[in-house]
């Protein structure tokens, strides 16, 4: 028979409970709590990957797997609690420092669209009622840009996320009325830049008014006047807002930008930075450089 062990890593499993595990490692990053306190928030136990441990002078140290073992030490109130390791009994201490610096190198991340689309598959909610929403439209999630086609589904999915559905589909049917369906209307920066401009107006923001004076400009205007604003979203917000009022003579009948940088609305400056880097041809996040539960 022939011989595959040179494809077979010599590991053995084993559950150690989180007490006997090291992980202060040189090579090793700094703990991330914010993103243990939100991994554990949103635990799934299908989620947790086997943690990889080098097993040198009958110590137990971990090279892949930290912010497992402390998400679930949060979770489960204990360090006594076990977790399954993956053990490596023949690395030495530069062999791990590799590992840990090139194991993401050659691994292909997930696009929105390919995350999107399982949890379609999952029958998960969320992603249900927003598909639903943008077909009601005429209009379909995809991978390619084109007519009909939305890419941007990172966006779609924070607003829905942040503000709701009903929020959602006032962005669309705005987008929409003002550009009958231009594809390029549907970026990152214009959905959140409009989803900016009815969180913060309100009912102050006229539909049918944003559809008239938005209407009358090109995307590719309204791109090189955003441009010359300022970078990401927040141009495009601005650059909208100086076209629906127009030549409006008084004040009272003016949205002011300023209004968009007030404290009361800070939390939307999470979106500030959100460009087209989160549509699907470029627009998966930094991947923590490690297997995780989250």
Not at 22 to 40: D, T
Not at 227 to 241: L, N, S, T
Request: with cysteine; charged share 25%; glycine share 4%.
């Amino acid at each position: 028979m022939k011989d595959y062990s040179a494809f077979v890593p010599n590991v053995h499993f084993e559950q150690i409970p989180i007490k006997n595990l090291v992980s202060n490692q040189e090579y090793q990053r700094n703990l991330s709590q914010s993103h243990i306190n939100r991994a554990a928030a949103n635990f799934d136990l299908y989620q947790i990957n086997p943690v990889k441990v080098s097993r040198r002078d009958n110590i137990n140290y971990v090279f892949n797997g930290q912010h497992t073992i402390e998400i679930i030490a949060l979770i489960s109130g204990s360090r006594e609690t076990p977790v399954w390791c993956m053990i490596y009994d023949d690395l030495c201490y530069e062999q791990e420092a590799d590992i840990f610096a090139n194991q993401m190198k050659f691994v292909k991340p997930l696009s929105p669209y390919e995350i999107f689309m399982a949890n379609i598959e999952a029958s998960n909610d969320e992603q249900l009622m927003i598909k639903s929403l943008v077909e009601s439209y005429g209009l379909q999630i995809s991978s390619k840009k084109a007519p009909g086609n939305i890419c941007a589904i990172a966006a779609l999915e924070n607003i829905f996320k942040k503000h709701g559905y009903h929020a959602l589909d006032r962005v669309l049917r705005l987008i929409i009325g003002a550009w009958e369906g231009d594809y390029n209307s549907f970026s990152a920066n214009i959905l959140n830049a409009v989803a900016k401009l009815i969180i913060v107006y309100k009912d102050a923001l006229n539909d049918d008014l944003f559809k008239e004076k938005l209407g009358a400009v090109s995307i590719k205007q309204l791109t090189r006047t955003a441009k010359e604003r300022r970078p990401g979203c927040m141009g495009y917000a601005e650059a909208m807002i100086l076209e629906y009022n127009g030549k409006k003579k008084t004040a009272a009948a003016k949205l002011s930008i300023n209004l968009l940088y007030s404290k009361d609305y800070s939390i939307l400056n999470a979106l500030a930075e959100e460009d087209d880097t989160y549509e699907v041809t470029n627009d998966s996040e930094d991947d923590e450089n490690e297997e995780h539960p989250q």
